[in-house]
């Protein structure tokens, strides 16, 4: 938001000066993001008038003319503009101006006298929009400005320009009324606000408007004004301001609808009355409905899009731009003006999906005062009659329901245990008063109806915010805290995330953080949701849905890498996933990774060898300890042939596979990609290691090769012979597996290796034997195995 501090002093009455100002409004949560003079500093220029203009003898392109600056006597100066005339009226620089890089000195000037210097906007330094001459020439003044008067004070030259960074909840500052309510506030000065009164109607004609979309729209005031003059010119003080303000001077009217923009913050719009059929109807844009607006971008609407309409069709996308086809130009007479209310959800990214930003969706989208509208299309007429003339009708208003300013209460307790340093209540009344809230007190505790203008004001925190930055900042002491430090609990039993990241950082992962919004094909082709969660609003086409699953992410990062030839990559992410179940939604933190490319970087002293499914499994071991179990399922992202669910005590954790084949094509890779994912807080408790005695005496091993069907996993006999803990064994381990020679159709050899031993004694052949007895007569049992021979 850019505006002149000379327009902001003309409605509150500070002392501060310029700096002073803008640190006060810094520090009061208006950030003043750029602060520039409109124009560079000089001194001893007034407005001049040229009697007389004479070709120089000596110069073609050089007159010498005869300038009165308010003196006694004029005084002759040479001058090389071409737009130098008798009867002109400019600055003039005397002898010892001081302008940008220039000191003015009497000179002669190819033989010729010449006692000061004509100036353009280039000599002055002027930055401003409005002033409109080229700089090769004069600056042409009015013919009613004062000859001798200081060109500063003429052109109203001694003033900055401002430029806030706002927060989006403040839009009550996005005009010079509510930011001059804000300094006001601040500093405690008076606000000099001119009083809105009701413009009479001269004229009985008015035009019907109907509100199809009460909800969309629940105020809209509308009003014919007949024989007004187009082609008036814009008074230099509008202009003036306008143009300080960013915005461009047009014609009187539409100037006059952008001035009660940035006094007011009321968006409004000027149809022209000649050009409308039939009522106003507001409602939603139908099926393949068009518009071609005032920067000639012809729109194809959406049925969710807001419009001012008439009998022939759209005339304006509401709240955002009018249409080209009624807008006002110099031949209009009659105009239809309206100021309306829009709720923020309505407006809100409308524009960009157009690919506009106007000044008018800026402010709907964020809020505007819904009690101001119908005070706009008043002070609107009023100036349209001054500047243009002609006749005001009725205000046409339908109204339904607005929204509602619920109390909001303040504690004093709540307020002095959050800002940390003693308040009177006496003062917090004075503070919300300067803020203009309408309050009660009881008991220590105000209750607070927020004004319309206040759209963030809605929970006692914001209460609280508004007091701190109106007591200030900076007056807040830096009290440094006071308590007991002590180590936080850190049971052996639960499994933290910090150790899990850190057990994959030494696995050689590195740690990606993606998106939690993702592309609504992800979810539906990778991972076969059909139902993702859909955002309202996107920042962006490809990030329209929440995620499920983090392997979207991963592969993008892997993506990314490969694309750069970095052909090796070991990713892991911890971060949130979003599921609906039962109307409701549920987030889950999930730790999810993946693995391309060789087992190790490029090394001289060993080979390179892509990593393997097993290779990825021990890294997910690693992770959980020996508390995951494997078995066998499909997954639509993963390879039918290299896919395990990874269970812990029967229930599903996650995941663990090989990537696709069809995904591998899409995404264009050529080695195989690993990728696993668990669910963090199924997998943050585990069992505590029990402390066994270590055998002081030497154990004993047996190997003996057992044939079972080849469709029996190896971890089912695992999983048999610790369930049936037999004594003495103390870890039975796989060491080779054949089919081939030797061994029947669909059986397969398992190789164990079986350690026993015994704490309390040397074990003997018979212990050893009965052990493994006992051992294949379990795997006999349980899977029909018998002794290779």
């Avoid at 844009?285 to 001012?308: C, G, H, M």
Wanted: charge should be negative; proline fraction near 4%.
């Amino acid at each position: 938001m850019q505006f002149s501090e000379n327009w902001l002093r003309s409605l509150v009455n500070t002392d501060l000066d310029s700096q002073a100002l803008s640190h006060a409004l810094t520090m009061a949560g208006l950030e003043v993001e750029d602060m520039q003079s409109v124009a560079a500093p000089f001194s001893k220029v007034v407005v001049a008038k040229i009697l007389s203009a004479e070709k120089h003898p000596d110069a073609d392109r050089l007159q010498v003319c005869k300038v009165d600056v308010g003196l006694d006597e004029p005084l002759q100066i040479v001058c090389g503009a071409s737009n130098a005339r008798a009867g002109l009226i400019a600055p003039c620089a005397m002898v010892g101006a001081e302008l940008p890089g220039i000191s003015i000195k009497q000179a002669k000037v190819r033989g010729v006298e010449s006692f000061g210097m004509m100036c353009s906007t280039k000599e002055l330094g002027l930055r401003e929009l409005g002033i409109s001459a080229e700089a090769t020439g004069l600056l042409e003044l009015d013919s009613n400005a004062v000859v001798g008067q200081s060109i500063r004070d003429y052109l109203d030259l001694d003033d900055n320009l401002l430029t806030l960074k706002l927060t989006p909840n403040r839009s009550d500052c996005l005009s010079i009324t509510g930011i001059a309510r804000d300094v006001a506030a601040i500093t405690g000065a008076e606000t000099r606000f001119e009083g809105i009164l009701a413009v009479p109607a001269d004229l009985t004609s008015v035009k019907n408007i109907i509100v199809s979309e009460s909800t969309a729209c629940p105020r809209y005031c509308g009003r014919l004004i007949s024989g007004v003059n187009a082609k008036a010119v814009t008074p230099d003080w509008m202009v003036k301001r306008i143009e300080r303000s960013g915005l461009r001077s047009i014609s009187a009217i539409v100037d006059v609808t952008n001035y009660v923009l940035l006094q007011l913050g009321q968006p409004m719009h000027a149809f022209d009355a000649a050009k409308l059929k039939g009522d106003i109807t507001v409602r939603f844009a139908k099926e393949n409905e068009s518009l071609s607006l005032l920067n000639d971008q012809t729109v194809q609407l959406k049925t969710d899009d807001l419009i001012i309409a008439d009998a022939s069709g759209a005339l304006a996308l509401a709240g955002i731009m009018g249409g080209k086809p009624t807008s006002v130009d110099d031949a209009t007479t009659n105009i239809f003006l309206e100021s309306a209310f829009f709720p923020p959800s309505v407006i809100a990214g409308k524009a960009r999906r157009l690919g506009l930003s106007t000044d008018s969706s800026y402010r709907f989208e964020r809020g505007v005062d819904f009690g101001n509208t119908k005070n706009a299309i008043e002070y609107a007429t009023k100036l349209i009659l001054q500047i243009c003339g002609g006749q005001a009708g009725e205000v046409t208003e339908v109204l339904s329901a607005l929204p509602v300013r619920h109390p909001v209460k303040l504690r004093m307790t709540r307020l002095i245990s959050v800002l940390g340093i003693p308040f009177e209540q006496v003062k917090v009344a004075q503070l919300l008063t300067q803020l203009g809230f309408v309050f009660t007190e009881a008991d220590s505790e105000f209750t607070v109806i927020p004004p319309s203008y206040r759209f963030d004001i809605s929970i006692e925190e914001d209460l609280i915010e508004e007091i701190a930055r109106l007591h200030g900042y900076d007056h807040i002491p830096a009290t440094a805290p006071v308590a007991n430090l002590q180590m936080l609990p850190a049971p052996e039993a639960r499994r933290y995330q910090n150790k899990l990241r850190d057990g994959l950082a030494a696995l050689g992962y590195q740690e990606v953080v993606n998106y939690s919004f993702v592309d609504e094909s992800w979810e539906r082709d990778l991972l076969g949701n059909t139902s993702p969660i859909k955002l309202k609003n996107p920042i962006a086409s490809n990030l329209s849905v929440m995620r499920t699953s983090l392997w979207g992410g991963l592969l993008d990062t892997l993506t990314y890498n490969l694309n750069r030839k970095q052909e090796r990559a070991f990713l892991f992410e911890v971060g949130a996933v979003y599921n609906q179940q039962n109307n409701d939604y549920v987030e889950t933190t999930r730790i999810s990774g993946l693995a391309h490319g060789s087992t190790k970087p490029e090394q001289w002293a060993a080979d390179s060898a892509d990593i393997d499914f097993f290779e990825v499994k021990a890294h997910v071991d690693r992770l959980l300890g020996t508390q995951a179990t494997y078995e066998k399922a499909e997954h639509i992202a993963l390879h039918p042939g290299q896919t395990a669910r990874i269970l812990q005590e029967g229930e599903s954790i996650g995941w663990l596979g090989k990537l696709h084949p069809k995904w591998q094509q899409h995404y264009g890779l050529t080695r195989s990609t690993y990728l696993f994912e668990l669910d963090v807080d199924a997998i943050s408790g585990r069992k505590i290691p029990v402390y066994q005695e270590v055998s002081k005496l030497l154990p004993v091993r047996r190997d003996l090769a057992v044939v079972l069907d080849e469709n029996i996993a190896v971890s089912e006999v695992f999983n048999a012979i610790k369930k049936a803990n037999i004594p003495l064994v103390l870890e039975v381990a796989l060491f080779d597996l054949y089919q081939g020679q030797g061994v029947a159709e669909n059986k397969k050899s398992l190789a164990l290796s079986v350690l026993m031993h015994d704490t309390q004694k040397t074990l003997t052949d018979s212990d050893a034997d009965t052990t493994i007895t006992n051992l294949l007569q379990l795997l006999q049992n349980n899977f029909g195995a018998t002794l290779r021979n």
